[in-house]
């Protein structure tokens, strides 16, 4: 038991469709991540989220749309992505909405694009 | 730009000895730094950290270094288990939002 639960674990989809990724913690955090982490490459941070506050990243495509509707939850929702999306995208937590705070990591959805 | 960087992709010791993984990085601006590790199939897990104002921290087995003047530092873990093989991440941290990650370090103990 992780705390955070990411949902569904693996998907596949084409260039055309529209999908969501979801991330739920039980561990009463106030923050939530989204990183991508794609073959051979270190994970890269997308999003830094918690209800008061989401953090833009302009280097994040918009095809990629984060939705934190409360503290427990957390979208990620994909559409017209590209093969290069294909990675595996993580959900993390944390107490306060501090990068260098100690994150619970969900296990991850493997995502490939057709 | 890669500004933290793991330049050993894999280790590997021998039961009951000690485990040095290295880890450098270029921002000095980065103010935190934090240790996972990662099991196959399984998320993240944290393990330690260091603030930068600090050149030790030690919890039990796991102990990082952190030199600023050289821009390095490293996870000790002695001594060391089989279930310690794992994938270990080096990240750094600076200010609230902004977190990068080394590619990591596969290390592997033999009974």
């Known amino acids: 038991e992780t705390g955070v639960t990411q949902t569904p674990r693996h998907l596949v989809m084409g260039m055309t469709n529209k999908k969501s990724l979801k991330c739920e913690q039980h561990l009463g955090h106030n923050a939530m991540y989204w990183y991508k982490q794609s073959a051979k490459k270190p994970l890269e941070l997308m999003f830094v989220?918690?209800?008061?506050?989401?953090?833009e990243n302009n280097s994040v495509p918009s095809r990629f749309s984060p939705e934190c509707p409360n503290s427990s939850h957390l979208f990620l929702h994909l559409h017209t992505l590209q093969p290069e999306d294909s990675a595996l995208y993580l959900c993390?937590?944390?107490?306060?909405?501090?990068?260098?705070?100690?994150?619970?990591f969900g296990d991850g959805t493997r995502l490939s694009i057709l | 730009d890669q500004q933290v960087k793991q330049n050993s992709p894999s280790l590997s010791v021998q039961e009951g000895r000690i485990s040095i993984l290295n880890c450098d990085y270029t921002n000095s601006m980065f103010d935190y730094f934090l240790w996972y590790k990662k099991y196959p199939a399984e998320g993240p897990t944290f393990l330690i950290s260091?603030?930068?104002?600090?050149d030790k921290n030690e919890d039990g087995r796991f102990t990082v270094f952190l030199n600023k003047s050289a821009k390095h530092l490293s996870l000790h873990i002695v001594p060391s288990q089989p279930g310690d093989s794992a994938v270990y991440f080096c990240a750094a941290s600076a200010g609230n939002n902004d977190m990068r990650f080394g590619a990591g370090t596969r290390l592997t103990v033999k009974p």
């Open positions: 260091i603030s930068s104002i600090k």
């Open positions: 993390a937590s944390s107490q306060v909405r501090r990068t260098h705070q100690p994150q619970h």
């Open positions: 989220y918690s209800l008061e506050e989401r953090v």
